[in-house]
C-alpha cells in the first residue's frame, strides 16, 4: 500500500500483465488503485518472457519496485498440460547459472511512467 501524498489515500499497489502482440514479449503494468477502484498506472516493464509470478512490490519514500526472478511460464505448456507449476522454465541455471532476476524501480507519486 502506499498513502497519497496529497490526498492522504491509501491507495492498493499491485499489477497486471498484458501479453504484447510481438511473440516472445509480455509487459507488465504497475498501477495504484483506490477505494473508487479505478487503476492509475504508474508505469510499465517489456519482458522477453511471461514471468511465472512477480517476487515482490515494495512501496517506500514515493517509489515502487517490483522484483522478478528469471523464471518464465510457457502458457502453450500451460494448457497442454493442464498444470501452471509444470509448465514453468527457470534460467537460473541457464547461462552458466550467470541468470539474474530484474528490479524495476517507479515513481509512485510522480507523472513519470517510465522504468528507474
Known amino acids: 500500500v502506499h498513502v497519497d501524498a496529497s490526498t ?13 502482440p510481438v511473440r516472445g514479449t509480455y509487459k507488465v503494468v504497475l498501477y495504484k488503485m483506490g477505494a473508487d477502484l479505478v487503476r492509475i498506472p504508474i508505469g510499465t516493464a517489456t519482458l522477453p518472457f511471461e514471468p511465472y509470478s512477480i517476487h515482490a512490490i515494495a512501496v517506500a519514500d514515493g517509489k ?3 522484483i522478478l526472478g ?26 552458466g547459472g550467470n541468470a539474474t532476476g530484474k528490479i524495476f524501480v ?10 528507474h
Not at 510457457?74 to 534460467?91: M, N, P, R
Open 8 to 20: 492522504g489515500e491509501t491507495l492498493l499497489v499491485n499489477y497486471v500483465g498484458v501479453p504484447e
Open 64 to 66: 515502487a519496485a517490483m
Open 70 to 95: 528469471p523464471v518464465e511460464l510457457d502458457f502453450l505448456k500451460t494448457g497442454i498440460e493442464l498444470c501452471v507449476s509444470c509448465a514453468s522454465h527457470s534460467e537460473l541455471m541457464a547461462d
Open 106 to 115: 517507479f515513481d509512485v507519486e510522480g507523472d513519470d511512467l517510465g522504468v
